[in-house]
């Protein structure tokens, strides 16, 4: 049983507010990747569509003029640090179980090529499957963190990704 859902994350004030500066096209379209990647790897799609959505939920403002500044970037950016506790906090506070916050929370705080902070040893299969699904959806200059979606339509979307990721888990306990 999912104690917190997709669509409970995103239309919540703090995904409301913190979303747009990374894109909320690109959030949502990382979680549907990481749900593809999860059926192929065989990693828990819950949280594989979770750690998707929130994974840039850390990042700062560094459009300059509407476009994608990857200098002010490089030099001030955070958003892994921030992303992982501001993502452990909205997870918390809807009720989700604290491991599994901790695990998405860790998924995040690795996700990024251009992190300082590393994991010891290897990557978990989710946190290596978060980092595949941000880099399955970059675009050149950082238009991914750009592109518009209508609200109604990314509530529509994250409907359907909940409904894929019951019935994968439907599947999975039976099997
Ligand atoms: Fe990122
Ligand atoms: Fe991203």
């Not at 379209?29 to 929130?54: T, Y």
């Not at 604290?98 to 705080?109: N, T």
């Not at 963190?145 to 359907?160: K, Y």
């Amino acid at each position: 049983m999912r104690r917190v859902r997709i669509e409970d994350l995103l239309t919540d004030s703090v995904c409301r507010k913190h979303l747009p500066r990374a894109g909320v096209d690109h959030s949502i379209r990382v979680a549907e990747i990481a749900v593809d990647l999860a059926e192929q790897m065989g990693v828990d799609p819950d949280k594989a569509a979770k750690a998707g959505l929130l994974h840039d939920i850390g990042h700062g403002d560094f459009t300059v003029d509407g476009r994608w500044n990857y200098e002010l970037y490089s030099r001030g950016d955070i958003h892994p640090i921030k992303g992982a506790e501001r993502a452990h906090e909205l997870m918390v506070l809807k009720g989700e179980d604290p491991e599994v916050a901790r695990e998405i929370a860790f998924a995040i705080l690795f996700h990024s090529g251009s992190n300082a902070i590393r994991p010891v040893g290897d990557r978990t299969p989710l946190q290596a499957l978060v980092a595949m699904a941000d880099d399955g959806d970059e675009e050149e200059l950082g238009q991914h963190h750009l592109r518009q979606i209508d609200w109604a339509a990314a509530v529509e979307r994250v409907r359907a990704l909940d409904r894929r990721i019951d019935d994968l888990l439907a599947r999975r306990n039976q099997a």
